[in-house]
C-alpha cells in the first residue's frame, strides 16, 4: 500500500510539473515571444508566422496543429507518455487563449529583451514540463521521441528541432528578428538542460590524503556526508595514498574547504560541479529508515 502511494504521489507530482511548466511556456509566448515577432522554433513559431500573415489565433493554429503530432508521440513514446502530453499539448494553447488579452504595457516588443527573458522563461517552462516526463507537443514533442532514438539531450535535440522552424522564418520575417529567435532556442536550450540536471548545485570532492583517517573524520563530523575511499598511489612519489569521493551541497562544500585548509593543507583536493546526484543523502532519506 505504502508503494502504491508513494506511486500515486509520484505521478500527481509529474502531472504539476508538467502544468506549472505549460503555463510557463505559454506566458513567455503571449508576454515575450510574439510581441517581439520571434518566430523561436516549433508551433509557437509557426503559429507566429500564420498571425503575422494571417492574424491567425495562436491558441487555435497550434491545438489544430498539434493533433496528428500528438498522436505521434502516443505511437512512438507510449501510453505513459501520451497522458503526460495530451495534458501540456492543450495546456499550453488553453493559457495562451486566457492571457492572450494582456496589456500591452506587461508585454515586450523588443526583440533583444524578448529572446534573452522570452528564452529563459520558455526554457524553465519546457525542462519543469520535461521533469515531468511530458512535453508540450509540437515539435518538442518531436524533440522528445529524437532524444529517445539517439541519445541527445533534450536540449540539443529541442535546438536541432526548432533550429529548422527558425530558418524557415526568413521568409516572412526578416533576417534581424530571426537571428534573435535563434538567440531564444540557444538560451532555451541551454535552460531546459540547467532546470533538467540542477547544474552546479552540488559539488564532487576528490581528496587524495595519506591522512584518510583524518579526513574522514572531518567529512562525517562537520558536514555529516558519505565518502567512498579508492586506494591509489601517487604518480610522483610512488607511495600508497587513499582518494576519498564526496558529494556535498555547495555551502557544505565550503566548510568542508575551510577544514581542509586548516586541519589538512598538505592533501590534494578537488572541486567538480557536480550536474545531478541520485541516491542516499539527495534523491534518497539521508540516513536509512528514516521517515521524516
Given at each position: ?8 504521489n ?6 504539476i ?7 510557463l ?9 510574439l ?49 503526460k ?13 486566457l492571457?492572450?488579452e ?6 515586450i ?9 522570452g ?10 514540463v520535461?521533469?515531468?516526463n ?15 532514438f ?10 536541432i ?12 520575417f ?5 537571428l534573435f529567435?535563434l ?11 540547467i ?6 548545485s552540488?559539488?564532487l ?8 583517517e583524518?579526513?574522514e ?11 567512498t ?6 604518480g ?10 564526496c ?11 575551510k ?14 560541479n557536480a ?10 532519506d539521508?540516513?536509512?529508515g528514516?521517515?521524516?
Amino acid at each position: 500500500m505504502n508503494k502504491i502511494t508513494r506511486n500515486i504521489n509520484k505521478t500527481l507530482l509529474e502531472y504539476i510539473y508538467i502544468i506549472l511548466g505549460a503555463t510557463l511556456v505559454a506566458l513567455s509566448y503571449n508576454i515575450f515571444l510574439l510581441p517581439s515577432k520571434l518566430a523561436a522554433g516549433g508551433i509557437s513559431g509557426i503559429s507566429t508566422i500564420l498571425f503575422e500573415l494571417y492574424e491567425l489565433s495562436p491558441a487555435l493554429t497550434q491545438t489544430v496543429i498539434n493533433l496528428p503530432i500528438f498522436i505521434i508521440g502516443w505511437l512512438a513514446l507510449g501510453r505513459d507518455f501520451s497522458g503526460k502530453t495530451l495534458v501540456g499539448t492543450f495546456w499550453v494553447p488553453f493559457v495562451i487563449w486566457l492571457s492572450s488579452e494582456i496589456p500591452s504595457s506587461f508585454t515586450i516588443s523588443n526583440p533583444l529583451l524578448g529572446a534573452i527573458y522570452g528564452g529563459i522563461i520558455l526554457g524553465i517552462g519546457l525542462g519543469v514540463v520535461y521533469k515531468g516526463n511530458g512535453s508540450t507537443g509540437g515539435t518538442a514533442a518531436i524533440a522528445q521521441i529524437v532524444k529517445k532514438f539517439t541519445g541527445l539531450s533534450s536540449g540539443y535535440s529541442q535546438l536541432i528541432v526548432d533550429g529548422i522552424v527558425v530558418i524557415s522564418s526568413i521568409i516572412v520575417f526578416n533576417l534581424e528578428l530571426t537571428l534573435f529567435a535563434l538567440i531564444t532556442i540557444y538560451i532555451s536550450s541551454k535552460t531546459i538542460d540547467i532546470v533538467q540536471l540542477r547544474t552546479a548545485s552540488s559539488k564532487l570532492i576528490l581528496i587524495i590524503t595519506e591522512e584518510e583517517e583524518k579526513i574522514e573524520t572531518l567529512i562525517r563530523e562537520k558536514i555529516d556526508r558519505g565518502l567512498t575511499k579508492v586506494r591509489s598511489v601517487g604518480g610522483y612519489t610512488n607511495r600508497g595514498k587513499t582518494m576519498i569521493l564526496c558529494v556535498a551541497e555547495q555551502q557544505e562544500a565550503v566548510r568542508l574547504k575551510k577544514e581542509l585548509l586548516e586541519e589538512e593543507p598538505t592533501s590534494f583536493v578537488v572541486f567538480l560541479n557536480a550536474s545531478e546526484i541520485l541516491g542516499r543523502g539527495f534523491t534518497l532519506d539521508k540516513y536509512y529508515g528514516q521517515k521524516f
